[in-house]
């Protein structure tokens, strides 16, 4: 649980950096990108945790594929972290309000799925 709280410290660090610089206004406009031990993870459960609209464990973009970016890496007891945050790349849902819609104006699948099921 502390290397969670460590990664969320650190995550946090960059969502400031980005919030001074004027690039968001929340953390839940940014996506959060790891590399290293955390890989086998829940990216849903680690977005919630963190804070963020998305987690991509798949690796760390090149910068040149991001709008901005903020990077920065991390000691755990079991490797070295790399984290890696930029613009979310979805949509603003309307209902959650988390960056997960594939178009603009509707809603994430999850909440899809919750007012489908009412």
Known sequence: MSQILSLRAEVQKLVEKARAEKHIKTSSQVEVYLTGILGSKDSESLSALLGVSAVNLMGIPSTSALEWNYESSLELDNGPI????GPATHSQCPRCWLYKAEK???????????TQAT
Not at 104 to 114: A, K, P, W
């Open 104 to 114: 603009e104006d509707s809603l994430c699948t999850r909440c899809d799925q919750v």
């Open 82 to 85: 790399g984290i890696a945050l």
